[in-house]
Nanobody, 120 residues
Framework: QVQLVESGGGLVEAGGSLRLSCVASGSRHSFGAMGWYRQAPGKERELVAY???????VYADSVKGRFTISSESARNTVYLQMNSLKLEDTGVYYC??????????????WGQGTQVTVSS
């Protein structure tokens, strides 16, 4: 059974930094695509960033230049370094993993989520 476990969320002041980690276990193969989504209160879940096994990252426009996604494909691990955090970055951050980016968008494995709260 595939499990994704996130860590690294918390409370931080605006302008600060946090680093999220996600480890996927239970898969016989390395995931071809891993990423992060977030869901703010009252809003739909949205893509933050994902990275392919080729190490190509893709970012939402709202986080470009502030967030960096990286991965260790062989260990099915993905990280999200978040700098210059803004109030609007507050939400529950979910790790996602799939064999490819199409499945990542449609029906990936999900982690349980980790809360990120940015205060003024």
């Amino acid at each position: 059974q595939v499990q994704l476990v996130e860590s690294g969320g918390g409370l931080v002041e605006a302008g600060g930094s946090l680093r999220l980690s996600c480890v996927a276990s239970g898969s016989r193969h390395s995931f071809g695509a891993m990423g992060w989504y977030r869901q703010a209160p009252g809003k739909e879940r949205e893509l933050v960033a994902y990275i392919l096994s080729s190490r190509i990252p893709v970012y939402a426009d709202s986080v470009k230049g502030r967030f960096t996604i990286s991965s260790e494909s062989a260990r099915n691990t993905v990280y999200l370094q978040m700098n210059s955090l803004k109030l609007e970055d507050t939400g529950v951050y979910y790790c996602a993993a799939a064999l490819n980016r199409q499945i990542l968008a449609q029906g990936p494995y999900w982690g349980q989520g980790t809360q990120v709260t940015v205060s003024s």
